[in-house]
């Protein structure tokens, strides 16, 4: 299962389409959803510098966003939990957490052989959103990618 989405800043409606229902509760809901099916991966995008609430850009995503990025790290934090439980652990469950950094509406995929991926929430570029696509569906059976939390 691959989870993208995302509020706008635009979307009004509290409680149904705002930063917390979505980027939170809508994670969470998503991932208890995949390990009450037994369904094996869960993928998740969120968004680079969720760990720096101190960096200009992750107080202007912000403020822009309604409270986006302090969802986006509950949401993150929550489904770790989740995952930690033994009972997952033993039914070989897995999420992978992805945070790419500006998206792009370039058409042209480089790949994921091709883009830097990094641990530690230090680093941001740009990358289209087809490579995060394609870096989300890769992953689905990566085990190296398994119970961990990636920058791109």
């Not at 959803?33 to 202007?60: D, E, F, W």
């Not at 289209?128 to 059976?141: N, T």
Request: some cysteine; charged content about 20%; proline content about 5%.
């Amino acid at each position: 299962m691959i989870f993208a989405a995302s509020t706008l800043a635009k979307w009004k409606n509290p409680g149904v389409d705002d930063a917390r229902a979505v980027d939170y509760h809508g994670v969470i809901n998503a991932a208890k959803c995949c390990i009450k099916y037994n369904i094996p991966r869960c993928v998740i995008v969120t968004s680079g510098a969720v760990t720096r609430p101190h960096s200009l850009m992750y107080k202007l995503l912000n403020f822009v966003g309604g409270g986006i990025m302090e969802a986006q790290i509950q949401g993150e934090d929550g489904v770790r939990k989740l995952y930690k439980d033994p009972e997952v652990i033993k039914e070989g469950l897995y999420y992978t957490l992805i945070r790419p950094g500006g998206l792009t509406y370039d058409p042209v995929s480089l790949g994921p052989p091709f883009l830097e991926v990094n641990h530690g929430d230090d680093k941001s570029g740009r990358l289209s959103r087809a490579d995060v696509a394609a870096i989300c569906i890769a992953w689905l059976e990566n085990a190296s990618t398994f119970n961990a939390t990636f920058e791109c």
